[in-house]
Structure formats: structure tokens, C-alpha cells
């Protein structure tokens, strides 16, 4: 029975002999979690603001959804550095914020 050896490359264990997948190694499910997260709270800021009532809560919710944008455009930052073309058409942020 042949002996195989495993190579550590870039914080992977791949056999020398076989091709290595740069499209899987690209993924990254988390960053892909942490994006619907933040969308999902973005929704959900959104839904809270349009009922509360209360002039002190609605300008809590305003700081509220600025922040949940700086972190969606953080994370949609990391993933185009990361070359990751997912089209996320569910919940588009307005621009005007």
C-alpha cells in the first residue's frame, strides 16, 4: 500500500496529488452568515422603526440602522477583496441611509 504524505498549504491538508479547488477555497460560509445576519437585522430595524412611537426610540432605531449599514458595507468590502460575487437581491439598503 502506498504511503501518503499530506501537505499543509495555506492552512490546508491536501494530498500533492490531488488539483487543488481555488473556487472552494474561496468560500467562506461564514462571511456569507454574518451577511444575512446583518440583513436580516437591517429588515428587522427597519420593521421596529416604521412602529415605535416614541421620539427617543425612533432616533435610537436612526443610530441604529447606520451602524447595521457600516457593517453591511464592511462585510460586503471583505467580500469583493475576497473576489466572492454573491448577489444578495432580497434586501437592498437605501442609499441615503
Known sequence: MPEYTLA???GTML???VPRDTEH???HPELET???ECLFCLRRNQMMFDLEVDTDLIEQRIYERQALL??????????RE???HTVLAEYRPSAEG
Not at 457600516?70 to 467580500?79: D, F, G
Open 25 to 27: 477555497e474561496r468560500y
Open 34 to 36: 454574518e451577511l444575512q
Open 70 to 79: 457600516c457593517r453591511y458595507r464592511y462585510l460586503l468590502a471583505k467580500a
Open 82 to 84: 475576497l473576489g466572492l
Open 15 to 17: 494530498s500533492p496529488h
Open 8 to 10: 499543509r498549504t495555506a
